[in-house]
C-alpha cells in the first residue's frame, strides 16, 4: 500500500488540491487525514466535503473542535479566533455535526494517527523536542504513530533514546519506534511556504515527505476577500 497522509488543511482548497493531485500521481492507494481541516483560510466548506466525500480515515484537530463547537474563544489567540467565528458561520449543522463526531485518535493498518500527542490527546499540546515525544511514546502502542498540529515535519526516533531528526525520507527499522510529523497543508510553519505531506509506503517500509507549490495568490486573495485577517494571507508567503 501507498498510503498518503495529509492535515492541518485548515481550509486552504489549493494547497489540497495539488496534495491530491500529486498523491495521485506517486500512486496512493489509501488516504489518511490528520485533522484541522478548516481554521485560518477562506474554504472551510469545500475542503470539509472533499474529504468527506473521499471518506477516509480522518481525526479531529483543536480547530474542527473549535469551529463546531459554541464556547467563547475568547482566551484563544485573537487572529485563529477571529477566523473561527467566521469559519463557524461558514459552515451548517451537517458540517458543524461531522467535525465534532471526528474521533481522537485512529489506528490505522498497524499504525496510529492523533493530531497533537498521544500523551492526553484532548489537551491539544504541542510535540516540539524529544521530551515531548518521549511522553508520546509512552502512549504510542504502535512501531510508527503520526502527528501533526505544530505544522513543522519533523521525525522522532526511539531507539535506546529518542532522538529528532529532520523531516526527511525514513526508513522504518526493527526495534526502533517512530513519531512522524507530517507538516502542514495549508499553513505550513517552518520557513517553507510549499504544502507539505507524506507518503507511507508500507511494502518497503519507507515514509516520503513530500512539499508541493500550489496557486497561493488565490488562496490569499480569498482570505482577503472574505474579510479575514491580512495577517493569515501574508504568513502564508513566508511559511510562518
Ligand atoms: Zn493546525
Not at 181 to 190: A, C, K, W
Amino acid at each position: 500500500m501507498r498510503i498518503a497522509l495529509f492535515g492541518d488543511i485548515h481550509a486552504n482548497l489549493e494547497a489540497l488540491n495539488a496534495v491530491l493531485e500529486d498523491a495521485g500521481n506517486q500512486g496512493a492507494t489509501d488516504y489518511v487525514c490528520l485533522g484541522d481541516v478548516v481554521g485560518y483560510n477562506a474554504d472551510p466548506a469545500a475542503c470539509l466535503e472533499k474529504i468527506r466525500e473521499m471518506a477516509c480515515p480522518t481525526v479531529k484537530g483543536n480547530h474542527d473542535e473549535d469551529a463546531s463547537g459554541s464556547h467563547s474563544l475568547e482566551t484563544m489567540n485573537p487572529v485563529a479566533a477571529a477566523a473561527l467565528e467566521w469559519t463557524r458561520q461558514q459552515l451548517d449543522d451537517n458540517q458543524r455535526d461531522w467535525l465534532r463526531r471526528l474521533r481522537m485518535v485512529r489506528q490505522v493498518e498497524d499504525f496510529t494517527v492523533v493530531h497533537s500527542t498521544l500523551d492526553q490527546p484532548s489537551n491539544w499540546n504541542y510535540v516540539t523536542n524529544r521530551f515531548d515525544a518521549m511522553a508520546n511514546f509512552s502512549y504510542q502502542f504502535t512501531q510508527v504513530g503520526f502527528h501533526g498540529h505544530t505544522h513543522v515535519p519533523r521525525v522522532y526516533i526511539k531507539a535506546e533514546r529518542v532522538q529528532e531528526v529532520a523531516a526527511d525520507s525514513v526508513v522504518i527499522e526493527e526495534g526502533c519506534k517512530y513519531f512522524i510529523n507530517i507538516g502542514s497543508v495549508g499553513q505550513p510553519r517552518d520557513g517553507d511556504w510549499r504544502a507539505s505531506y507524506v507518503i507511507y509506503d508500507t511494502q518497503n517500509q519507507l515514509v516520503s515527505f513530500r512539499r508541493l507549490t500550489y496557486d497561493i495568490e488565490t488562496t490569499q486573495q480569498k482570505i482577503l476577500d472574505a474579510g479575514l485577517p491580512e495577517m493569515l494571507a501574508e504568513r502564508l508567503a513566508d511559511g510562518r
